[in-house]
């Protein structure tokens, strides 16, 4: 008999990476493209088409398709609404892609952060938890909260937006989405070029006067040291505290997962501040149940392949 193999994608906007995993989270094969979103949406499909279908006929006993994407994603109907870095909006990828497979199968569309939270119960670190909040820290901040074991659902497909929290409406730095302050100015990588640019002119023997500055010369330097650098983090440590909070005092969670590649990069250098934080401004009941830890996964596709795993799981459960 053919093992149980699921089919991850994760959609980015420089690339699409797939795996084919079983249930127990070992990855079969992978592979990975660029996404190149600017030929237009019929050749993405076209090229995820050629990938998937290369797996269907290789491989016996594949259950499902999952697929992660940035941005609101209708998860009932398998549409993604916007993602702006894709250019897409109010593409129904499922029923896009379901007649184009080589063989029917079940396709299960959802945003990327809330992949990386189911991916984290099933193969990660919050096996065995049905409650807890997934933090993803990179270019911007996002979230996804597991409650009783379902995914925290908003009325727009919008919910967990905590980049988008202020810290100071008023004064605080401009952010994207027109608002001032908000957390992902401070926690991200936005947030650490922000910082390092806003208070550059405070440290002058600062290394990262010598080139432009990135996010990678900026952990690069704080690694050694540098003021300017350190500073930056201390100011992320203390927006992530601040998040943290929150997020213990409203879904009072039994774990907080870190994850997305900023958080595992500099992970070492803010979790000290970051808890002293969260412990500061959280209830103290709260604070003692939730554990805040860096996730497992790193690999974005095979929280994908996860997707099909917790869906088929939901629904036999029903």
């Not at 995993?21 to 592979?31: F, M, Q, T, Y």
């Not at 993604?80 to 029917?104: M, Y």
């Not at 952990?219 to 997020?247: N, S, Y």
């Amino acid at each position: 008999m053919a093992e149980d193999l699921s089919i991850g994608l994760d959609i980015g906007g420089t690339k699409m990476a797939f795996v084919l995993a079983d249930r127990g989270g070992n990855v079969h094969a992978a592979r990975t493209l660029p996404t190149n979103s600017h030929q237009g949406i019929d050749d993405t499909l076209a090229r995820i088409t050629r990938e998937v279908n290369l797996f269907i006929e290789a491989h016996r006993g594949i259950r499902g398709l999952g697929i992660g994407l940035p941005g609101p994603v209708d998860a009932a109907r398998g549409i993604a609404l916007k993602a702006a870095n894709l250019g897409w909006e109010h593409v129904a990828i499922r029923d896009a892609l379901c007649w184009r497979l080589a063989k029917p199968l079940p396709i299960y569309v959802e945003n990327d952060v809330s992949v990386g939270a189911i991916g984290e119960q099933l193969f990660g670190s919050a096996q065995g938890l049905g409650n807890y909040v997934y933090l993803a820290i990179g270019t911007g901040l996002g979230g996804a909260v597991m409650l009783n074991n379902q995914l925290l659902r908003g009325a727009t497909h919008a919910e967990m937006e905590i980049g988008h929290i202020s810290l100071d409406p008023v004064a605080g730095r401009p952010c994207a989405c027109g608002g001032r302050g908000c957390l992902e100015m401070s926690i991200s990588g936005k947030g650490l070029l922000a910082s390092a640019r806003e208070f550059r002119a405070e440290y002058p023997e600062s290394r990262l006067h010598a080139a432009p500055i990135t996010t990678r010369a900026v952990l690069r330097q704080a690694e050694a040291g540098d003021p300017l650098a350190l500073h930056a983090l201390d100011e992320a440590a203390a927006a992530l505290g601040i998040a943290c909070a929150w997020c213990a005092n409203l879904f009072n969670p039994e774990l907080i997962l870190l994850g997305g590649g900023l958080a595992h990069a500099c992970y070492h250098l803010i979790e000290s501040k970051a808890r002293r934080v969260m412990a500061a401004h959280s209830l103290k009941m709260n604070f003692d149940a939730a554990r805040l830890a860096l996730a497992q996964l790193k690999d974005a596709a095979l929280g994908a392949a996860a997707l099909v795993w917790y869906q088929q799981n939901t629904e036999a459960s029903l």
